[in-house]
């Protein structure tokens, strides 16, 4: 099969995936393998690719918003069949026993593993998943909609899960790139005013477009205090303001797997009040399936550039350079 293959973390301004010609990989018990038709890009792959996040594994296949059709089935496989259409996220293991598995926080899992990080992803051809870590995707979305929806969808929709905003709640953005764009239109359809802050001209154009009901760089110009907000931003400067624009008793959820440094904090100004901090750490598939079904009912819409696989590398300087407007998508 074709890949593009990480062998040494580098700038993404080095090139440093590769394309390769590998054996294709068998699926082992209770595995799926999957043939590739697209496989959106997240910025957690280039925190892998540039270092920010130690290697777990190297040579590595990147990758982790997958969609594909099901081609080979390992021993045991009960729930797919040949032929069906899947998605594979970030979260591909978990051991189903440890203290958070069995409190319905999976994602806490001291021996939890993902998918393009401790094994190969979706710069490929084909992958391979536990069968209990595909995801059956709704039928309202074409692949290359639905791809976004598989980290960005799953990791924003747990950041407004974590961000506890109210029924009758004002959510704030900070950063508005894939996870946003999708989040905003949850956040809308349930009919909550949102307030964006970026620094990208065209992200406020595009937020403004999706129904923000302000968007703008400065957040100290956010027209009203908000019960929730969530930095999505991996910049650790970002916090303090988020944390001012909250009423009392509010939340800040942070999305990020990676983030600068957070300056010191200004108790009486920040933090008083009692404002939260949450951050999210990965996901559980029941937020997979959630999201997927929010998705369908709010009938969100992706936005989209795609990429040829072996265009990876510039895909990805075109996302660290901001100059994607919603996700990008690479195509095998």
């Known amino acids: 099969m074709r890949a593009m293959l990480l062998r040494k973390q580098a700038p993404i301004e080095d090139s440093p995936l590769q394309p390769a010609e590998l054996d294709d990989p068998l699926p082992a018990p209770n ?7 697209c496989c959106a890009v997240c910025r957690t792959d280039l925190h892998i690719i540039e270092g920010d996040l130690p290697p777990a594994k190297l040579p590595l296949i990147p990758g982790h918003q997958i969609v594909g059709i099901v081609d080979s089935l390992g021993p045991g496989c009960k729930t797919h069949k040949l032929g069906s259409r899947v998605g594979i996220a970030w979260l591909r293991h978990t051991d189903g026993t440890c203290r958070f598995c069995t409190s319905a926080r999976e994602n806490l899992c001291p021996q939890s593993k993902y ?17 209990d870590f595909a995801y059956t995707l709704p039928d309202s979305f074409s692949d290359i909609q639905v791809s976004p929806l598989l980290c960005a969808g799953i990791i924003g929709y747990r950041a407004l899960l974590r961000s506890n905003l109210p029924p009758d709640g004002k959510l704030a953005i900070f950063g508005f790139g894939s996870s946003a764009h999708i989040v905003i239109q949850i956040a809308i359809h349930r009919g909550h005013p ?41 910049a650790g400067s970002v916090v303090p303001p988020a944390l001012d624009c909250l009423d009392r008793g ?38 997979a399936r959630d999201l997927l079904q929010a998705a369908a009912q709010a009938h969100v819409k992706t936005h989209t550039v795609t990429y040829p696989l072996s265009q990876a590398n510039q895909a990805l300087r075109d996302l660290k350079e901001g100059r994607i407007d919603g996700t990008a998508v690479l195509i095998p």
């Open 115 to 131: 998918t393009g990080y401790d094994a190969d992803g979706g710069y490929a051809d084909l992958a391979i998943v536990p069968e």
């Open 250 to 287: 509010g939340t800040v959820s942070l999305a990020g797997i990676h983030m600068s440094p957070i300056p010191p904090l200004d108790y009486d100004k920040y933090l008083f009040y009692e404002r939260d901090i949450h951050p999210v750490t990965a996901n559980t598939r029941s937020d």
């Open 31 to 37: 595995e799926l393998r999957v043939r590739i038709t």
């Open 194 to 234: 949102v307030y964006v802050v970026s620094r990208n001209p065209n992200h406020q154009a595009l937020a403004r477009s999706l129904g923000a009901a302000w968007a703008d760089s400065d957040p100290a110009k956010i027209p009203h205090k908000v019960q929730s907000a969530i930095v999505f931003a991996p």
